[in-house]
């Protein structure tokens, strides 16, 4: 049975502007029960911060969660896949962009979703991952 991104992507994607403090976004993680959020400069897209960033990027290197905002640590490169890709082409592209998450955009390249490796790994019967 072939997957689609769209069967298994998270489909609320929070959108935070890149001055937020870390402390914050990190309570909107909690709130929304998500693990990452998509970074605004204006009404562009700058970015993706994740909750591992936070910790990895931010405390771990003994930066203020209060005073760091999430446009210090986002990661910059924005890759996008198809909603009508495969899971398996999705689980390609993870690898060789060596990331755990990806936008999933429409065919107008709109975003409509996040699909996050935990969320191929969820999927019933995968061997994908």
């Known amino acids: 049975m072939v997957r ?3 069967d298994a992507m998270t489909r609320r994607v929070i959108y935070l502007p890149e001055d937020t403090p870390l402390d914050e976004a990190a ?6 029960a998500i693990g990452d959020v998509v970074v605004t400069r204006g009404p562009t897209m700058a970015g993706v911060v994740t909750d591992r960033d936070i910790v990895v990027r931010a405390i771990a290197e003994g ?4 005073t760091t905002t999430l446009g210090a640590i986002a990661s910059r ?3 996008m896949i198809e909603q009508s890709a495969t899971i398996e082409e999705s689980v390609q592209a993870m690898r ?3 990331v755990r998450r990806l936008l999933v955009c429409d065919a107008d390249r709109k975003v409509v979703g996040i ?3 935990s969320d191929v790994a969820l999927l019933p ?3 994908a991952a």
């Open 63 to 66: 930066l203020s969660p209060s």
């Open 77 to 79: 490169e924005l890759i």
């Open 115 to 117: 699909l996050s490796l």
């Open 27 to 32: 309570q909107v993680m909690r709130d929304q």
């Open 125 to 127: 019967n995968t061997a």
């Open 96 to 98: 060789s962009r060596g």
């Open 4 to 6: 689609l991104v769209a």
